[in-house]
């Protein structure tokens, strides 16, 4: 099976920035979650151990069916649901208290059903905590996601559905920002020789491939250039109220 750089790895070193980005919403949603939480993409299970500890009972969706029946193994008293989504067809209305989706709703193809789902399997009151890259940092052009946000456009997009979104980002500390701007520097010299712009004008299809071979060539430079990558922990990133200036947004959404 061909491993894409956009499921990050916690035991690949070059990886860790972007892991340790990645860890830090479970750490805060852990935080705030409670009863019956459901997590919508819930990949190989990043949050597992935090949320399933936080919740009284946790139910993890994923089109990957591999990783549903190895998670079903080790977790057995929680539920997990192999299937594609939206919608989520075999969850029944006003089910759960607090709905966590980390970096997913970029990848959805029909995001307002995406959020509109949501709200309907929440219970009233029940809070939706979504994450996802805010598009005024992202270097190049992601062929893994449909879409990409702003900040005011997927507060709009969630408030089609939910009364009250509570908007706020995820921003790095100087080391983390060190590290981005390195990574920004970098990315501009592979991507000078697209002339043509072809990043932009290609099916997002054929780009996966070439896209993973220079995020894995340029995360490896990245690390063995002076130890930052290696160095970057969860501890490095913090919760603000300005969403437009951060790396990704953190809205909760309340039914």
């Given at each position: 099976?061909?491993?894409?750089?956009?499921?990050?790895?916690?035991?690949?070193?070059?990886?860790?920035?972007?892991?340790?980005?990645?860890?830090?919403?479970?750490?805060?949603?852990?935080?705030?979650?409670?009863?019956?939480?459901?997590?919508?993409?819930?990949?190989?299970?990043?949050?597992?151990?935090?949320l399933?500890?936080?919740?009284?009972h946790?139910?993890?969706?994923?089109?990957?069916?591999?990783?549903?029946?190895?998670?079903?193994?080790?977790?057995?008293?929680?539920?997990?649901?192999?299937?594609n989504?939206?919608?989520?067809?075999?969850?029944?209305?006003?089910?759960?208290?607090?709905?966590?989706?980390?970096?997913?709703?970029?990848?959805?193809q029909?995001?307002?059903?995406?959020?509109?789902?949501?709200?309907?399997?929440?219970?009233?009151?029940?809070?939706?905590?979504?994450t996802?890259?805010?598009?005024?940092?992202?270097?190049?052009?992601?062929?893994w996601?449909?879409?990409?946000?702003?900040?005011?456009?997927?507060?709009?997009?969630?408030?089609?559905?939910?009364?009250?979104?509570?908007?706020?980002?995820?921003?790095?500390?100087?080391?983390?920002?060190?590290?981005?701007?390195?990574?920004?520097?970098?990315?501009?010299?592979?991507?000078?020789f697209?002339i043509?712009?072809?990043?932009?004008?290609?099916?997002?299809?054929?780009?996966?491939?070439?896209?993973?071979?220079?995020n894995?060539?340029?995360?490896?430079?990245?690390?063995?250039?002076?130890?930052?990558?290696?160095?970057?922990?969860?501890?490095?990133?913090?919760?603000?109220?300005?969403?437009?200036?951060?790396?990704?947004?953190?809205?909760?959404a309340?039914?």
């Amino acid at each position: 099976m061909y491993k894409t750089t956009e499921i990050t790895s916690a035991e690949i070193a070059s990886d860790n920035p972007v892991h340790q980005r990645l860890l830090f919403p479970y750490i805060e949603a852990a935080q705030l979650v409670r009863g019956k939480v459901l997590e919508i993409g819930c990949g190989w299970g990043r949050g597992l151990e935090l949320l399933t500890k936080a919740a009284s009972h946790y139910t993890g969706i994923d089109k990957n069916e591999d990783l549903i029946k190895a998670l079903s193994a080790e977790y057995r008293n929680a539920t997990f649901i192999a299937a594609n989504i939206p919608p989520l067809s075999t969850l029944a209305d006003n089910t759960f208290d607090y709905i966590v989706t980390f970096q997913v709703i970029e990848h959805i193809q029909n995001d307002d059903l995406f959020i509109k789902e949501a709200y309907r399997v929440l219970k009233p009151g029940g809070k939706l905590l979504l994450t996802t890259v805010n598009k005024s940092f992202s270097l190049t052009r992601n062929p893994w996601h449909v879409r990409e946000y702003y900040a005011d456009g997927l507060k709009a997009l969630m408030g089609n559905y939910f009364p009250v979104v509570d908007t706020r980002g995820i921003h790095g500390n100087g080391k983390v920002m060190t590290y981005y701007e390195q990574n920004k520097e970098s990315v501009k010299k592979l991507t000078r020789f697209d002339i043509f712009n072809l990043q932009y004008r290609l099916p997002r299809r054929l780009l996966q491939v070439p896209y993973d071979l220079m995020n894995r060539l340029n995360r490896n430079r990245l690390l063995q250039a002076d130890g930052i990558a290696a160095e970057i922990n969860h501890t490095d990133y913090l919760v603000s109220n300005d969403p437009a200036g951060s790396l990704d947004f953190f809205y909760i959404a309340t039914k």
